[in-house]
Each structure stands twice: as C-alpha cells, then as structure tokens.
Nanobody, 124 residues
Framework: QVQLVESGGGLVQAGGSLRLSCAASGLTFSRNAMGWFRQAPGKEREFVATINWSGTSTYYADSVKGRFTISRDNTKNTVYLQMNSLKPEDTAVYYC?????????????????WGQGTQVTVSS
C-alpha cells in the first residue's frame, strides 16, 4: 500500500520560509518522479514543482520560480519543498504526489499517488 505523508506546513508571515517534507512508503521511491501541487479555497489544484527520479532535473511553475526549491533524498524516501519569500497568494493546501513516470512532469494526470495535504497559510 502506497503512502505519502506530508509535514511542515503552518502559519508564516509574508517574506518568511517553510520547508515541506513528504515521506513515501510502499513504492520503489527511486523510480518515481515526484511533484508538489497546491489547492487554494475555491480554486483547482495546480502544479507547483516536480523532480525526476534521480534529482537531476527539476521544473517549476512560473509563480514560484526563484522562490521555491524541490529536492529529494532517495536514501530516506523523502521529497522536500523549500519555500522562501512566501506571499499571501501562496496560501493553500500543499499536496505531494508520486508520478507513474521517472521523468519530471507537470501534468496532474501523470500522478497516481497523492498525500493527504498540509496547510500553508501566509499572512500579510
């Protein structure tokens, strides 16, 4: 049974930082690209960042490029999202997801396993 468990969310002031973690189990973690998505109230879930199986290729949504960094540790079956210079518009539930492919990709339909989400709230 595949499980993805996010942690690290919380309340932070604008300009602050948070680091999200996602611990994976039940899959061969090093074979899967991983992604982060987010969903704000009343909006659709949107792509944030993705990383390939080896950690050598990453891709970001334009809205977070230069502020967020995705990384992974295959020895710990964990993917991270370092979020700096946070803005109120970054407020959302953040979801970790495992792709059915090894290469990084932004298409939500390519991700077949999802975590339960962690709330990030950025106050102005």
């Amino acid at each position: 049974q595949v499980q993805l468990v996010e942690s690290g969310g919380g309340l932070v002031q604008a300009g602050g930082s948070l680091r999200l973690s996602c611990a994976a189990s039940g899959l061969t973690f090093s074979r899967n690209a991983m992604g982060w998505f987010r969903q704000a109230p009343g909006k659709e879930r949107e792509f944030v960042a993705t990383i390939n199986w080896s950690g050598t290729s990453t891709y970001y949504a334009d809205s977070v490029k230069g502020r967020f960094t995705i990384s992974r540790d295959n020895t710990k079956n964990t993917v991270y999202l370092q979020m700096n210079s946070l803005k109120p518009e970054d407020t959302a539930v953040y979801y970790c997801a495992a792709s059915s492919y090894s290469s990084s990709n932004a298409y939500r339909g390519d991700y077949n396993y999802w975590g339960q989400g962690t709330q990030v709230t950025v106050s102005s």
